[in-house]
């Protein structure tokens, strides 16, 4: 044989070939049954493996959904409680019958006497009511039913003469240092920025007017809050306010945060330093009512003491004048809360914003003559208190008391009119900081973020470019890095949800009477438990909370051997062990309808000053029972029931003494 026959004979364990289109190439060899058995237990491990994977991604998936559900059950108890919140403060009741009917006595009371004032001052008399000097009566509380506040009342509003503020950008980058190290900002210099910034903010229009032609672009900041933090990191990325870096502050600067009064003086700062280039528009928290409840008033007292008095009378005084709206290169209306179908700017514009010291007071007050035009005041109401829905239509804002829900028909109508491209606006928390709606003619932009709990949100802000208006840049952050850093998800949700059911539990125990009646309503076997069902309707009904009952019922309520819930023994151990649920003061944990009884004291405490005389509670009971047309109470009666509230007889009711009398009547 030759050497070509010995290649191609497959002799000697040479490889066998086999020619493919005049090529010599190797022929596949069958695989021995070892080999096999290799490559059958490859093939059942890949099939073991893949199965595997997909097990872990259907748990993943599961795990993602479930973490969702709970983060979005938690999300629902902190914007449900929200609501019911703003919509309790804006139609209180549950005390002395009707809480709103107190506050309209009082306030009408003081308007009363401040009309006696005027005439008595038009007619050349020293009117002088009880011996109290005129600066010491221009109280916290500018009745918001007066006309535009008058020259003679800045005066007293703002303490004048205060020195030139003298403010500068450099001024402002310190006392931004400052603020970060928890110094608090001096009175002299607050005063001073706030008189300043009240006599600019009388310079602008309603309605204010800006362009992105130099400055070639603008930053919208929402809802802040308090929360310095947010600002400051928005100013990192972005740059501080200068003549070519312009700032829209979209409303709601003070409440809930620890430092309102920081963001304030800054804010108002680099306004007076670029008067054209910060925008501030005005949103539901600028209101001294509002400040009350929500805790603006109280940080003020907190820092300032007994000086706290003036300067929120000069905040009330400046909010009243804070412009409401503003727009951006004649396309986008940019407003704190929205509009509706009845939204007419050309009222909007020409209104006398100044009537307005507390928007809710002018709401409440339409039928008094010297109240603003019902019309008008719908107007204003609307722009910072609505909100927007999905289905056609303008309706009342049922959820908040205030304003109304409109449609993507009314956006739509809107922005035709008036030629606009959209509409941004603020208000709202949104878990990612922002949210569109109306079909994207619509942005919602919240700047304060971990609003309700750490974790709870994402905060943003939009930044607009010239030219680009229908492509708005939407820059998310969270100010602590905590949140995201430390912990996984799963461990933020966690906290997340222990947040949401801590506020819950203070609801559920506020109206753990009224659940103790509806449960033994329900248990008509009367055995002393009650199904989920029943639970669930019952706690829905009692706390006005639109809740997914059954998803919280395992962090709430345990069930027996039955699958029912014994309630009687539930509230016994819920009465005891509510204060662990709390971190609030005292009476907080002991009494219900805490947040209406505070509210109501700062109603009645006249001069500001944390404390109710015996003479201020007087005109309290003896206005409220002459508004709802009960018998009179003698000065005598009224002095000593003053004396008996005061408990520790020192001649002032404090809070505490004021809450504990309460729980003893209603005991």
Same mark, same amino acid.
């Given at each position: 044989m030759g050497k070509g026959a010995g290649k191609g004979g497959g002799c000697g364990g040479s490889k066998p070939v086999k020619s493919v289109n005049?090529?010599?190439?190797?022929?596949?060899?069958?695989?021995?049954?070892?080999? /096999?058995?290799?490559?059958?237990?490859?093939?059942?491990?890949?099939g073991l493996e893949l199965r595997a994977a997909m097990l872990i991604q259907r748990w993943f998936r599961r795990h993602k959904a479930n973490l969702a559900l709970r983060a979005k059950c938690s999300w629902q108890v902190f914007t449900r409680m929200e609501f019911q919140s703003e919509q309790e403060q804006t139609g209180l009741s549950d005390f002395f019958s009707d809480l709103g009917q107190l506050k309209e006595a009082l306030e009408r009371e003081r308007s009363e006497l401040n009309a006696k004032e005027r005439k008595a001052r038009k007619s050349g008399e020293n009117f002088n009511h009880s011996g109290t000097s005129i600066k010491k009566r221009v109280g916290h509380n500018i009745d918001a039913a007066e006309s535009v506040i008058s020259a003679e009342t800045e005066d007293l509003l703002f303490d004048r003469p205060n020195k030139p503020s003298n403010i500068t950008a450099q001024i402002l980058k310190d006392l931004i240092r400052g603020c970060q190290d928890d110094q608090i900002v001096s009175c002299e210099l607050l005063m001073c920025i706030l008189d300043e910034a009240f *006599?600019? *903010?009388?310079?602008?229009?309603?309605?204010?007017?800006? /362009?992105?032609?130099?400055?070639?672009?603008?930053?919208?900041?929402?809802?802040?809050?308090?929360q310095f933090s947010d600002l400051i990191l928005i100013f990192k990325r972005e740059g501080i306010p200068s003549a070519t870096n312009p700032y829209v502050f979209n409303g709601d600067i003070v409440d809930r945060g620890h430092k309102s009064v920081e963001l304030c003086a800054v804010i108002l700062g680099f306004q007076l330093v670029y008067p054209h280039s910060v925008f501030i528009n005005r949103g539901n928290h600028?209101?001294?009512l509002m400040n009350k409840r929500y805790g603006f008033e109280q940080e003020v007292q907190t820092k300032y003491g007994t000086k706290a008095s003036k300067l929120l009378r000069a905040f009330g005084a400046l909010f009243s004048a804070l412009p409401f709206c503003t727009v951006i290169d004649g396309?986008?209306?940019?407003?704190?809360?929205?509009?509706?179908?009845?939204?007419?700017?050309?009222?909007?514009?020409?209104? *006398?914003? *100044?009537?307005?010291?507390?928007?809710?007071?002018?709401?409440?007050?339409? /039928?008094?003559?010297?109240?603003?035009d019902p019309a008008e005041t719908a107007q204003v109401v609307n722009a910072v208190w609505s909100d927007p829905g999905t289905e056609n239509g303008c309706i009342k804002n049922q959820q908040r008391g205030g304003g109304c829900v409109w449609g993507p028909d009314i956006t739509e109508e809107f922005l035709k009119r008036y030629d606009f491209g959209m509409i941004v606006r603020s208000h709202e928390c949104c878990q990612e900081g922002h949210r569109w709606s109306h079909n994207k003619k619509v942005l919602t932009v919240f700047s304060s973020s971990n609003y309700y709990a750490p974790g709870s949100n994402r905060g943003s802000y939009v930044v607009f470019r010239y030219r680009e208006l229908d492509r708005p840049k939407i820059m998310t952050f969270d100010s602590d890095p905590h949140t995201e850093v430390a912990h996984s998800v799963t461990e933020q949700v966690g906290a997340l949800e222990k947040a949401a059911m801590k506020e819950l539990l203070e609801k559920v125990y506020e109206k753990?009477?009224?659940?103790?009646?509806?449960?033994?309503?329900?248990?008509t076997k009367k055995i002393g438990a009650i199904t989920v069902n029943q639970w669930a309707e019952s706690m829905e009904s009692v706390t006005k909370l639109n809740l997914p009952w059954h998803l919280l019922k395992e962090d709430m309520i345990k069930l027996n051997e039955d699958h029912l819930f014994e309630y009687q023994s539930y509230l016994q151990e819920f009465s005891v062990e509510a204060g662990k649920f709390t971190g609030l003061g005292v009476a907080d944990k002991l009494y219900k309808n805490v947040g209406a009884l505070e509210y109501i004291f700062k109603l009645i405490d006249v001069d500001n000053s944390g404390q109710v005389s015996h003479k201020e509670f007087v005109v309290a009971c003896k206005t409220l029972n002459r508004y709802l047309g009960m018998d009179v109470v003698e000065d005598d009666a009224a002095y000593q029931m003053a004396r008996a509230v005061d408990i520790d007889k020192n001649g002032f009711i404090e809070f505490n003494e004021f809450v504990e009398s309460f729980r003893l009547v209603r005991s």
């Open positions: 005049g090529k010599v190439v190797p022929e596949e060899r069958a695989p021995t049954k070892g080999e /096999g058995n290799k490559k059958g237990r490859k093939a059942s491990m890949d *006599q600019t *903010q009388k310079t602008y229009p309603n309605i204010r007017k800006m /362009g992105t032609d130099v400055c070639r672009k603008v930053t919208v900041v929402g809802d802040l809050h308090g600028e209101d001294y396309s986008v209306f940019v407003v704190h809360g929205g509009i509706s179908d009845d939204t007419d700017l050309e009222i909007l514009e020409h209104l *006398q914003r *100044q009537h307005y010291v507390s928007i809710l007071r002018a709401a409440k007050a339409s /039928g008094d003559d010297m109240a603003p753990k009477d009224e659940l103790l009646a509806s449960f033994r309503a329900a248990d």
